[in-house]
């Protein structure tokens, strides 16, 4: 499993490269603009309102499909998969005919500040954006079929063609003046997507059948798993719907702003947390189903101290960097200093709570891979409550930093929720060896950040901006790896282990 991670990681993070020069394109033509907020609005509805189903039904797949395979047979898992593939299709046609009756007013849940040529342009966008939700049922459960048959690299690469056609879009609508094929080109680039995932889906064995059993026994189970987990991340949505509506309220680009620096977020987690989540899943629901509790309880712990031996020196990075990273990575073209300065404020705030949602990822998937879905749907309601709180509270005197403050203390806030009830199945997580892990990863990664700091300050700062910040990222990156190989955390040496036995493969 961990030359799995790692070659996922790998791809991922080649992946998220490709995304970067695409929001780096979009910052560079529309800086923190009424068009961008109204692109990114638009691209974000039909996300969430379908995101939130697709991504219970795909997490409840995995477990229950694994567990009808093992006891019934191939035939009855691929029968099951059909069964949820039409019910997506059935509930997507229903929706998207919601979305484009209701559009303005969707747009303005999602953006309540949104007024004028803004709203016009997010109102337009929308009622072509909301077709994708057929494409994206048909792109999440097959990407989970994939993964449950061991094939990684499709679901993990299928970004790439998307973000070039995103790519290519930015460009042309900028150059051409037709603003509307930012909206066709996210439509296009997701149909793109589930053709390549249907055509990886067919070679691995799943073939589509007009079949719709409502009293099917395994949609039945399937709806209670999932339903929990729709209402958690309903309750998420909602939280994200609070930041960006009180956002465009608080400034003019305050969404953009947001965006982009929960990109730089994402970035993070999807490289390495997700990653993690996303191999160790399948293999911890098998455990699961066999009842082998302690290789489950050790790969909980084993996927924790991953995200922690990437997660933790990142977070020191961002706190310290947080606006050469910014600089670096958007600051050109129509994102001018001040949406540098508000992109850098709200990232170094999001980072703080990189720990949090690492950590909450790996524990909420071991809830799912024992078919509870009610605890991390409760846990999730519990960080929105607490989340608007504070966003209100925050935002008041520390503005758009002050919702991304309020999502990273809330993340922390629920994660100890959600270990303290996965103890009473597991037992305590903080073996000796799990508590020395991370102590070491910490200590490696304060002196890391320490002689970052000091390089760039004083030994990079003449070097101009680009070549400083990218020399101290190479610098920070050598010195962490190199302590925690001189601290002898096990995670390091099975990770080094794995790249020479690739070199001399």
Avoid: C
Avoid at 38 to 52: C, D, K, S
Avoid at 134 to 161: C, D, E, M, Q, W
Avoid at 295 to 311: A, D, H, P, W
Avoid at 312 to 339: H, S, Y
Wanted: hydrophobic share 55%; net charge positive.
């Amino acid at each position: 499993m961990k030359k799995t991670v790692l070659f996922v990681m790998l791809l991922t993070m080649g992946s998220k490269v490709i995304g970067f020069l695409r929001d780096i394109l979009l910052s560079y033509y529309y800086g923190v603009s009424g068009i961008s907020d109204a692109y990114l609005i638009a691209i974000l509805i039909p996300t969430v309102i379908f995101g939130l189903l697709a991504k219970a039904i795909s997490t409840g797949y995995i477990p229950l499909f694994t567990r009808i395979e093992k006891n019934e047979g191939t035939a009855a898992s691929s029968r099951f998969t059909n069964h949820v593939m039409n019910l997506l299709l059935v509930i997507s046609t229903f929706l998207v005919l919601l979305g484009l009756v209701f559009t303005e007013a969707l747009v303005k849940v999602f953006a309540a500040g949104f007024d004028g040529e803004t709203l016009e342009i997010a109102v337009w966008f929308t009622r072509i954006t909301i077709a994708g939700i057929y494409f994206t049922s048909i792109i999440r459960l097959l990407s989970a079929f994939l993964n449950v048959r061991k094939l990684f690299i499709v679901p993990t690469l299928i970004g790439l063609p998307m973000n070039a056609v995103l790519i290519l879009s930015i460009i042309v609508s900028h150059e051409t003046g037709y603003i509307v094929l930012l909206a066709a080109g996210n439509l296009f680039a997701l149909f793109l997507q589930a053709v390549i995932i249907v055509y990886f889906a067919f070679k691995k064995g799943f073939r589509w059948q007009p079949v719709f059993k409502v009293r099917d026994p395994h949609l039945k189970q399937m709806t209670i798993l999932a339903l929990p987990i729709m209402l958690g991340t309903a309750v998420s949505q909602i939280n994200k719907l609070v930041d960006r509506s009180l956002a465009s309220y608080i400034t003019e680009g305050g969404v953009s702003a947001l965006y982009y620096a929960n990109t730089l977020n994402a970035f993070i987690l999807g490289v390495f947390v997700v990653s993690i989540a996303t191999v160790m899943y399948p293999s911890i629901s098998k455990m699961a189903a066999g009842n082998d509790h302690v290789r489950f309880k050790e790969s909980v712990i084993s996927g924790l101290n991953g995200v922690g031996l990437f997660v933790i020196p990142a977070t020191i990075g961002a706190f310290l960097f947080a606006e050469p990273i910014v600089v670096l990575l958007f600051g050109r073209g129509a994102f001018d200093a001040e949406a540098v300065s508000m992109t850098s404020g709200a990232f170094f705030f999001y980072a703080a709570g990189l720990i949090g949602y690492g950590f909450r990822e790996i524990l909420s998937r071991a809830f799912y891979a024992m078919q509870d879905t009610k605890t991390p749907a409760v846990n999730a309601a519990i960080a929105v409550v607490i989340n608007i709180i504070l966003n209100f509270i925050l935002s008041y005197f520390m503005g758009i930093n002050g919702l991304a403050l309020a999502t990273s203390i809330a993340a922390f806030i629920t994660t100890f929720l959600l270990y303290r009830q996965l103890r009473k199945h597991t037992g305590s997580l903080f073996t000796y060896e799990a508590v020395r892990s991370s102590v070491k990863i910490l200590t490696a990664s304060l002196i890391m950040g320490a002689v970052a700091y000091l390089m760039n300050r004083y030994l990079f700062n003449n070097l101009g901006h680009t070549t400083g910040i990218l020399l101290t990222i190479i610098v920070a990156g050598v010195v962490y790896f190199g302590m925690i190989l001189l601290f002898k955390v096990r995670e390091a040496y099975n990770l080094l282990s794995l790249i020479t036995k690739k070199r001399r493969t």
